[in-house]
């Protein structure tokens, strides 16, 4: 399993960023897929997920301002991410939801100034 997530940066407090994660060696379209954050000093946790049939959940602090969709001809998962708040910050992963991968990947970090 190979996970690649990109598109983080530095954005102020009000704007948006999209997050995109390339996945490989495994059955992405069967998946259920999830995007998971890791504050500074946190554990990582699980902010929005997506089913193989496109039903979406989020964490409620991200609920009206994250959106999570999928691409399974081309195996990404993206995250669009509005009204950023300097609580978004933090490292970002893309991972199977339930029955994560080991192999993480280096996630992508988004930094939200105030």
């Known amino acids: 399993v190979q996970l690649q997530a990109s598109g983080g940066g530095l954005v102020q407090a009000g704007g948006s960023l999209r997050v995109s994660c390339a996945a490989s060696g495994f059955m992405f379209r069967l998946n259920s897929m999830g995007w998971y954050r890791q504050p500074p000093g946190k554990q990582r946790e699980l902010v929005a997920q997506i089913t193989s049939s496109h039903t979406t959940t989020y964490q409620d602090s991200v609920k009206g301002r994250f959106t999570i969709s999928r691409d399974n001809i081309r195996r990404r998962l993206y995250l669009q991410m509005n009204s950023l708040k300097p609580e978004d910050t933090g490292r970002y992963y893309c991972?199977?939801?339930?029955?994560?991968?080991?192999?993480w990947g280096q996630g992508t970090q988004v930094t939200v100034s105030s």
């Open positions: 991972n199977r939801n339930p029955d994560p991968s080991d192999n």
